[in-house]
Each structure stands twice: as C-alpha cells, then as structure tokens.
C-alpha cells in the first residue's frame, strides 16, 4: 500500500510527497483499516509514517525511490531523540532505605561471604542503588558480576532488582500474558511464515508450538529419522519465541550495510541447548542410521554433547555476545536447568518453565544496563513494549515492531 501511494504521487505530481502529505497518507490508511492502527502509539499511525523521527513504511519507499533518482536532491530530517530501553536511567519506585558509604561497603562484604540465602537477599536489596550507580557507569559496569558474585549463585537476585526498578504490576506482564494471549497469535500468524521460507525450520517451529513432541511435522519425519533423536522439539514456549524472531527478522544497518544473518542463525543470540551429561549414556551409530545426504544436517542440529562439568566448559568456548538463555536437559522439549548467560558467566534461573526462564533472560537486560543484540533489537522491542509496556513512546521503533504489535493487540 505504501509503495502504491508513493508511486501514484511520485507519477502524478512528480515530485515526492511533502511531510504533511505522507502524514495524511498514514492517516488515511489507518481510517480505511482500522485494525492495522496501533493502540499502543500516540497516534496510531506511526509504523506508516512518524513525522517525529521521519520513519516508517513511507518513509521507507521514499527511500527507495530517491535512491532510484540520482539527481533527485535528499533533504535532511531533524530525528527525534529516543532515550528508553535498558540502559536508559530510571527512579525506583522501591521505598527500601539504601546504604551508602561504610555501610554499603559493609553490607557488600557480609553478603558475599555468607551463606545465609535470607540475609544476603535483604542486603541487595539494601545495596540496589550503589548497583544502579555502577551500572550506568561505562567504566564499571562489566565489573558487577565480580563486585556483586551472589548473582552467579543464588537464584532470584535478577527478578528481585526488576521489581525494584518497576514494581509488580509490571514485573508480572510477561507470565500473564504470554500464554494466553501472546503466544496462540503468534503461532497462528507465523503460519504464514511456511509459504514464504523454503525450510522446514519453520514447520518445525509451529508443530512445536503447537504442543506436539518432538516439534517435527509427520512430512519432515518421513524423509528423516530427526524425529526419532528429538533434536529440533523446543517446547510450546521457546519455540514461539522463536516463531516471533521469524516475524521481525535481523536487518542490517547504516549506509555501509553490515552483514545480515538469518532469523535461524539469530536464534543463538537468544537460546541455546546444551545435552545434560548425566542424562544419557548411550552413544548411537549415526552412520549406520541415517542415509548419507541426511548426515550433514544432523551435525547441525544435533544437540551439543559435552563430557564433564559441561557448564564450564561451553563458557570456555563463548564469544563475548549480549545475554541470551542456556537450556540444560535430556532434550530440548525436557529442559531440567535454565541459565542466563552475561559476560561470560552463567546466572542460575529461579524458573522451572521455560516462559519463565526467558522472563529473567529480559528482566537482565533491564537489572544490567545492557542493550538488545543488534541481531533482536526488534524482537525485544516488540516484548518490551507490546507485553511489559515499558517506554512505549520513547524507545525507537522499527516500522514492523509497530505493524505486528498493531495486528496483535487488534485482536480479539
């Protein structure tokens, strides 16, 4: 719709539409259909056209066509400051008396040398502030998880700092309206996915979903024994995360475009699998299984085995990257251990279930200061202010966070 306008413009009068005009364009198509207008932005137009930050789907079709006119002057668009997300600076609502000086100093000792769980929970608490004060501090803030170690070994610590800096009523958006609400629609609109991507990721993704075991359709099992190992079946949760990942996939940024991934390939910046050792002994013949053309996917997609203390040894082998979540188990739809992933260290969930699990994945970023992988800056984005409603209005938002919230929160 929004190249058609811009075309018919550009065709009739020659000239690309004025700020006013792309304005009354969004305007109008929200008018004509109202269930793509979002109820979550100022005026519900904006993933059409936002005059603020001069983004949106006209925005981007002008692009394009200036870029096809070479002689066709561009004009520069004063954009609008965004300051919400993780790392913006926030006041806690929290009314908990903060320790400063001596006695924050004290407190941090005590804790991080005591092995009374209760005790070392009431001197974070005590301590929340002097945290914040390092983490937005650029310097400092890779230092936390060795100022501040009972992270790493009591669970709890990242949803009791969440609470601190939104309350309640916020903290508890995500468990209340993923399942119900959330993750039925995604599934339902990613099956359109499957007619616009020629693998059977997808596929595999919506049986999942769908609470089938194993999460690999009856057509994809016949050409394959996968099936069988249980290898690619995350369960109902995980796999429609990762089903919203294929609907706002990575782009790449900047006039020098960097390289772009897949949707697939961003999947590891958000979970990964890890075979609990001590779940299974049995080593299988592979090659004597599997028909030789099958073998090279298998590798893929098999779960990685690790001998020994397996947590220790994956953190070994990791490339710095953003926090995303570790799942340990027998099998990908039977994980026994979740942990959040940050600089290298492993921060045990509190979580038995997975919705939970990537509940503390996203309070993290919150509780650390951290920004989004560029890879799910978009995904994120679209759980943050779609299901949390945290900075709706003041974070940057990609026209298709906009478009899929829009379409969501229009249903019934």
């Not at 309640?168 to 995500?174: L, N, R, Y």
């Not at 016949?222 to 796999?239: K, T």
């Not at 994980?335 to 994945?361: M, N």
Request: charged share 25%.
């Amino acid at each position: 719709m929004s190249q058609y306008l811009i075309s018919t413009s550009y065709t009739c009068f020659s000239r690309i539409p004025s700020k006013a005009v792309r304005v009354k364009y969004a305007q109008g198509i929200v008018a004509l259909f109202p269930y793509l207008k979002d109820p979550m932005s100022k005026h519900g137009y904006e993933h059409f056209y936002d005059p603020a930050s001069g983004s949106g789907y006209i925005a981007w079709r002008i692009k394009n066509v200036q870029r096809s006119e070479t002689d066709h002057p561009r004009s520069r668009i004063a954009l609008e400051e965004f300051s919400g997300g993780p790392k913006a600076a926030r006041d806690s609502p929290s009314t908990i008396e903060q320790l400063t000086g001596e006695k924050c100093e004290e407190a941090m000792s005590m804790m991080n040398h005591s092995s009374d769980e209760a005790l070392v929970m009431d001197k974070m608490k005590a301590t929340f502030e002097h945290r914040q004060i390092l983490v937005r501090n650029p310097d400092k803030s890779v230092d936390v998880l060795d100022t501040f170690p009972r992270f790493l070994d009591i669970p709890g610590l990242i949803e009791q700092d969440f609470l601190m800096l939104f309350g309640e009523e916020t903290s508890g958006k995500f468990l209340s309206k993923w399942p119900t609400f959330f993750r039925p629609h995604i599934t339902e609109d990613a099956k359109g996915l499957v007619s616009t991507i020629s693998t059977h990721h997808v596929e595999e993704l919506l049986s999942s979903a769908e609470g089938n075991d194993g999460g690999v359709p009856n057509k994809v099992a016949s050409e394959c024994i996968f099936a069988m190992l249980n290898c690619l079946g995350w369960d109902r949760d995980i796999a429609s995360l990762c089903l919203l990942l294929h609907l706002i996939p990575p782009t790449s940024k900047g006039h020098k475009k960097s390289a772009k991934i897949s949707a697939l390939q961003a999947e590891d910046y958000l979970v990964r699998y890890v075979l609990d050792v001590n779940s299974s002994h049995e080593e299988i013949c592979l090659s004597e299984m599997l028909p030789s053309q099958h073998l090279f996917a298998l590798k893929r997609c098999r779960p990685c085995k690790i001998v020994g203390a397996s947590i220790p040894i994956f953190l070994s082998g990791l490339e710095p990257t953003q926090p995303f979540l570790l799942c340990v188990g027998p099998q990908k739809n039977k994980i026994q251990k979740f942990y959040v992933i940050v600089d290298g260290k492993a921060i045990p969930c509190r979580a038995q279930t997975s919705v939970a699990a990537f509940d503390e994945l996203f309070k993290t970023h919150f509780v650390f200061g951290t920004s989004y992988s560029e890879a799910l800056d978009g995904f994120y984005t679209l759980v943050q202010t779609a299901v949390y409603n945290i900075d709706i209005g003041i974070v940057r938002e990609k026209p298709r966070v906009r478009e899929l919230r829009a379409r969501f929160l229009n249903l019934k």
